[in-house]
């Protein structure tokens, strides 16, 4: 393709991801500043807050839509579409599936499938997100802004291919976060015009409850490429160098117990002991009680007896 086709396919796929995909280079590792500008400016806007300053309730607001969609991001982007390790309704993983794109991190089948990939690849030299392979910074955003990151490779998701309104989702995944923009927008405005005491308005809650909540979540997911891997505690030998970090669970609502995960990733639980905080697991657990998921899989025997004895033997 020319320099100007090329230009002008990078911008189609801000609005549908299969733009050009006959000629998209997966194995090109290059930034692409043309299609990663919406990214950029995600985070310019978020200056906006200088103008709009800030009040409780937009800070409130932001907090617990980022507390929302990062359960649907750690629940069903990555232990549901990824590790199938619960089993819900059609409707409850679509509904679920549309949270988890208000996050604007792509579609969820996007996203399990370059999960499957990291878990037969973790940390060699085809891991396109190991902060091993191409440091920090690499880990945590640069793969995210090149050709092979914007692919999917449709053989690792082929058990979701049969769902249309998934496909749907996931080929105009910029969809939702922009209707999500545009409704709190609109929450904002006419919150000023019937609660004033609120002191917000339509432009605040923009900033507050989609850009800097946003923004910060995509952080806090990808601190799971650039830190777990890095920074923590082993409890488990496994193949590659991924860690427990209470810190990082805390801020992932459990997605910081990353050796245990590794070490047995079927498991629904990802904190395997008592004392290791897993938000996401007690909101699924919830989740069984209602009817809505069922067919949890537990942490197996041998695994609970594995992480008894790896615990003594450190104690000792």
Known sequence: MTR??????????????????????????????????????????????????TSPFAVGFAIAFF???????????????AHKTFKTSRVAQFLFGVLGASAAQRGPLWWAAHHRHHHQHS???????????????????????????????????????????????NRFDSLVPALAAVAIYGLGELLAATAP????????????GFFI?????????????????????????????????????????????????????????QGFRWYEIDVTWYGLWLLSKLGIIWDMNPIPKHIQEETQQLDKMRRK
């Open 67 to 81: 507390a929302v969609r990062m359960f649907a991001i750690t629940g069903f982007y990555h232990r549901y579409f």
């Open 197 to 208: 005491q609120l002191g917000t308005n339509g432009l605040q809650m923009l900033v507050w």
């Open 213 to 269: 909540s946003t923004v910060v979540l995509f952080h806090a997911t990808v601190s799971i490429n650039s830190l777990s891997h890095v920074w923590g505690k082993r409890r488990f030998e496994t193949s590659d160098d991924s860690r427990n970090n209470f810190w990082l669970a805390l801020i992932t609502l459990g997605e910081g117990w990353h050796n245990n995960h590794h070490r047995w990733p079927q498991s629904v639980r």
């Open 123 to 169: 940390d060699d030299e085809k891991d396109l997100h190991s902060p091993h392979q191409g440091g920090f910074w690499w880990a945590h955003v640069g793969w995210f802004t090149c050709d092979a990151g914007f692919a999917m490779d449709e053989r690792r998701v082929k058990d979701w291919l049969k769902y249309p309104e998934l496909k749907f989702l």
């Open 4 to 53: 100007v086709q090329n230009w002008l396919t990078n911008i189609l796929r801000w609005f549908d991801s299969s733009a050009g995909s006959d000629h998209l280079n997966v194995s090109s590792r290059s930034f692409n500043m043309i299609r990663v500008l919406p990214f950029i400016a995600l985070h310019l806007a978020c200056l906006l807050v200088i103008v709009t300053g």
